[in-house]
């Protein structure tokens, strides 16, 4: 065996431990010592790729692909990475040449819908993931159907929640562990918390989940994270910090993981991510804690039968039928059902010395995926009747030309002009991306998978934002938030009330301007912007039906603020 396969076999070795970083430096040494091996290269960008580096993934598949053109996995990978690195439509070629040399490559037609989900195409999008489905019934493509169909118009709630209990059915409801710990007494010892996610990184849910995190009483509970991917950054490090005990399980297989979480003795296991990227379902699946709920991360039923609750809010699913919601009970948190922390390199909002801006700016900074037809019909019609504004589409993947065409076509299609409709794609540094907000004047939320960071990032930043109210936790978070802050007056009812509302506001310069000022103090003060509050709530949860030992109830009382 040369040294360039030495170092080679061994990255490979070290990428399925997990220990990609390790792995990472094993494949560059092989690539210096053999940089005309396509595997080598094609291995090399993989754990690039993992670790988060779409663009270097980017180009050193890239040069696998001049040594071998023909090689689909390539074509695939290469099309992934490009994908990470807000390339989309060259992402697209990429996928499509995959299943032109190898018809049927499921692996190709889930990163197509993937691309048509990230470029807006949800049509698209949902029918490469029933054609990968249809070549590979995994889990993972199974749940990226699923994710893309909470962004889909004209989905039935009930419809949703049929095709999330298909997924238990199919990949989870098997594996349930007929050995189930049960509550161990609780003594003097704390209650053990344990949170799993693959976007302990620099990703919104880290955001939301670090100052529960840094606010947890220690002396009441112990907690520990479960981190199911490869990347690592600064947030990463940060959130190490602020946990007692910190657990990465991406080399473990779901048997392991769940193993492991049955030896630390945890009490309530938290799953971040539902049916998002790097979830791993399938450990909760297995039964590994007493009770075991799903918050924050995903807007929508799991839909496995092992999951014991769902944590949302009054607003978001309002009392009535559970049961249409989902196999897991409810838990309503008073107020609201999560929190939300501003950054520490916070800008003003209102700079010293901003001038009058020249252009009414409405804007929207939520990926492409959550702008659907239905959103775009009302968007354009607060065009039309304002022909002076602007709309700003600030979102990954916002910069491609072709992306930009597209969505440029079907605002033109439904009577807007295509000049108002301006887009900016840049990765910018929080702070930067915050200023942004500087130039706009009035925020749309998309429907019916609405924003969560951006609608508290534009309220932060001074900026109202108008929402419509539907009928499942994912199309009323706008409405949860905006009621929370006692603004109830941006909720509208119906699609022309929501237009009525836009323009409403658009009219009222003085208005805009002391809501300018106004809106940060009172998201920081409201329930919304308390994370010490919430977290205390989060904790009364658990309290109350850990030491009843009784799975979970659909209302919590609260804390005061």
Known sequence: MTPAEMHHQCGNRLRREGRTGEAL?????????????????????????????????AEVLAGALRLVP???????????ALLGAGRTTEARTHLTEALRLRPGYAAAQDNLGRVCRAQGRMAEALQHFQLALAGSPSPAVH???LLASNYADGVAPLELVARHREWDALH???????????????????????YVSPDFCQHAVAFVIAPVLATHVRSRVEIFCYHSQSGRDAVTAHLR???????????LDDEAAAALIRNDGIDILVDLAGHTKGNRLLVFARQP???QLTWLGYPNTTGLTAMDGRITDSVCVPPGDDARHGPERLIRLPGVFCCYQPPPDLPPAVPPGRPASPQFTFCSFSNLAKVSDATIAVWAQILRQRPNARL??????????????????QFVAHGAEARSVQFNGEALPMRQHLELYHGCDLALDPFPYNGTTTTCEALLMGVPVVTLAGATHVSR??????????????????????????????DDGPRLVELRTRLRPWLLASPLGQAETFTRNLEAAWDYFIRRQIRPLPEIAGHGA
């Open 241 to 251: 910090t602020i946990t007692e005990h910190w657990r990465d399980i991406v080399s």
């Open 392 to 409: 700003l589409l600030k979102s990954p993947g916002a910069g491609d030309p072709s992306v930009q065409e597209y969505i440029r076509n």
């Open 172 to 194: 989870g409801h098997h594996h349930r562990s007929r050995q189930r710990p049960g509550i161990a007494p609780l003594g003097g010892r704390r209650l053990r918390i344990g």
């Open 143 to 145: 749940s990226n159907y």
């Open 70 to 80: 023909t090689m689909p996995e390539a074509q695939n990978i290469l099309g992934c």
């Open 25 to 57: 430096a094993q494949l560059q040494t092989a690539a210096r010592l053999q940089p005309e091996n396509p595997l080598i290269l094609l291995n090399l960008g993989s754990a690039l790729l993992d670790l988060g580096q779409a663009p270097q993934a």
């Open 477 to 506: 978070v706008g409405t949860s938030f905006l009621t929370c802050l006692g603004l109830s007056e941006w909720v509208a009812a119906t699609p022309a009330d929501y237009i009525r509302i836009a323009l409403r506001l658009a």
């Open 289 to 291: 804690a007493p009770v």
